[in-house]
């Protein structure tokens, strides 16, 4: 394992698992206090909200930013896409730079490459396929290469999905929806390095 590698988080199951034991054993040693008259009624419900909400504070910022960050175990869904431009390869590379200049993408470039992305991982892990903003956070990733040719560049493309590990495979309408988006950035590109008044 690269020393980068992240470590897979812990399944559901077993977090659930921790988390149901650490629960009962929390609770069955505070009502043996509570019977012996060490604690109180209301100190013994205050207790256990604090644990419901430790556990709660270790999920949203410990666990799903580290499951968002972590490498899936299944193939990445990508999108490929080549075509020829007739300019030089770094200003086809600041033309698709400066297609992607609205806030909810993120770009890094060099002379001859661009990388974007967008969406969160992590919003769309908390908040879910079901709501406007998770599914708007559905993250992808695109990768932009211009190569030299004999008449402007050649440039590559890939987009691909960046959600982080998740148990569960991919729904097939999250598939089509990373392959749907992915074309459209890859789109977005392709225009601004077509050349002709573009």
Known sequence: MAATERRRPRSTAVLFMIS?????VANA??????????ITTPVLVLAMVFLLGGFAVYWRFYWVPRASSSEPDRPRI???ETWHSPYPPREAA?????????PAARVTADDTSVHVRTGSDTT??????????GWDALPLAVDFAAAP????CNITAEARDDLGYYEDHTAPFVEIEVRRRGRELIRRAA????GGGQ
């Open 20 to 24: 149901f034991v650490t629960m009962f």
């Open 29 to 38: 040693i505070l009502r043996e206090l509570r019977d012996r008259g060490i």
């Open 78 to 80: 990508t999108v490929a």
């Open 94 to 102: 600041d033309r698709m730079r400066d297609a992607f200049t609205d």
């Open 124 to 133: 769309y892990r908390i908040r879910g396929a079901g709501s406007a903003k």
């Open 149 to 152: 040719s004999e008449e402007g």
């Open 191 to 194: 225009v601004a390095t077509a």
